[in-house]
């Protein structure tokens, strides 16, 4: 991949657009990590969120493996740039002096969706009660979906549970879709 913003947001120059497949949505996957970014470590996490993504149907930019702080606000802008449908990171949302994802993605929101980030939390101290220590958020920037997972695997695979609950509500949503002809079953069978 080449470089679409100046210094370390190692994004595509076209990201993937609507011409690429008007009829399939469209998001980026940002993985938070200093060790990773450097190639100290292994990204563990931001294949797994593209492989949910890409089971969905959807056209998917990345893993981008970024440095925590700066780099991670500069690759949540442009994929906002793009137009895209949904974008999740992974990372820097604990309380390390490193972690700041959630202060990257805050400026960036039109409005947070609280209710789906508690939720997160919720069920990840279900599996463990570290889960509580994650600061992300979720929420609306113009039409795209913004959601903040942990870095850890299973942080990662208790927020997609989350996600597969919400995501095509959502983004529906965001899009101006009728309530009555969304294309996915509520719960408890009402349309």
């Known amino acids: 991949m080449s470089d679409a913003t100046p210094g ?3 994004l595509s120059t076209d990201g993937p657009t609507p011409t690429d497949a008007p009829d399939r949505r469209r998001a980026v996957v940002v993985v938070a990590s200093t060790r990773a970014a450097a190639g100290t470590a292994d990204d563990t996490t931001g294949p ?7 089971a969905r149907g959807w056209l998917v930019e990345g893993p981008v493996v ?3 702080g700066e780099p991670v606000g500069a690759v949540l802008e442009a994929a906002l740039e793009w137009g895209v449908d949904a974008v999740v990171t992974t990372g820097g949302t604990g309380v390390s002096p490193t ?3 959630p202060e990257m993605t805050l400026p960036l929101l039109d409005r947070e969706l609280p209710g789906i980030a508690e939720e997160l939390r919720r069920r ?3 599996s463990t009660p570290l889960a509580v220590l994650s600061r992300g958020l979720a929420g609306v920037a113009g039409a795209t979906f913004v959601v903040n997972l942990p870095g850890s695997r299973g942080g990662v695979r208790d927020g997609l549970a989350v996600l597969d609950d919400v995501l095509d509500h959502v ?5 101006g879709v009728d309530h009555a002809q969304n294309r996915h079953p509520h719960p408890g069978g009402a349309a």
């Not at 983004?171 to 899009?175: I, N, T």
């Open 124 to 126: 990840g101290a279900a």
């Open 99 to 101: 972690d700041a994802t």
């Open 66 to 68: 970024v440095a925590d």
């Open 8 to 10: 370390p947001a190692p």
């Open 171 to 175: 983004v529906d949503q965001l899009h």
């Open 48 to 54: 797994v969120i593209r492989d949910w993504f890409v």
